[in-house]
């Protein structure tokens, strides 16, 4: 597959470059980053430069997983991530702490769902999200983006080192299921 650029009011979505590297790097040096996501951690540059000028270009070119830059401007700084492994239509993400709280990644995410479910991905019918309990940021997107949370047999997420840890799962349809943002009171309260 061939990268696609999406774009909303605020914000474009294109392929990540090595250009990007050092923001990358500084982003992926943030504390809750070991916490919460499987990014290697200590965070070398090195690992930036692979997965930008490797992974990246690979898994479009698969299929495998499309990864998206965030921006606010075409050629702009990198604001943060976002992409969706295709195997499972997962969708993951991450924002550089400095543009935490502005709404970019609601707004990146609920592109990339409508862009998914709308066609962009062959077949794919439901989008799903996961996240390690307690990742209350990433479940406020998900909800504003029209998940509903989920109760598997397993909910869990895999770790960085080959373990699992809790985690909150959702699905999200198109149309949106009318239940999705209620779904969410246990976790995010209501409304």
């Known amino acids: 597959m061939r990268p696609v650029d999406l774009r909303t009011p605020r914000l474009v979505l294109d392929e990540p470059t090595l250009a990007d590297a050092d923001l990358v790097t500084a982003y992926c040096q943030d504390p809750l980053f070991e916490r919460y996501l499987t990014t290697p951690w200590p965070y070398a540059r090195a690992d930036a430069e692979a997965f930008l000028g490797t992974y990246v270009p690979d898994s479009w070119a698969s299929g495998a997983e499309l990864t998206w830059a965030i921006r606010a401007s075409e050629g702009g700084a990198l604001l943060g991530m976002i992409s969706v492994r295709e195997a499972q239509h997962e969708l993951g993400y991450w924002m550089g702490a400095a543009h935490r709280g502005s709404g970019f990644m609601s707004e990146a995410a609920l592109a990339v769902a409508e862009w998914v479910l709308g066609g962009g991905i062959r077949g794919a019918r439901s989008l799903m999200w996961r996240a390690v309990e307690g990742n209350l940021a990433s479940a406020r997107v998900a909800r504003a983006v029209g998940f509903r949370r989920i109760e598997p047999t397993d909910p869990t ?35």
């Open 157 to 191: 997420v895999p770790t960085r080192d080959g373990g699992t840890l809790p985690a909150w799962h959702a699905v999200r349809t198109s149309p949106v299921d009318p239940e999705a943002h209620a779904s969410w009171a246990s976790i995010l309260g209501g409304p």
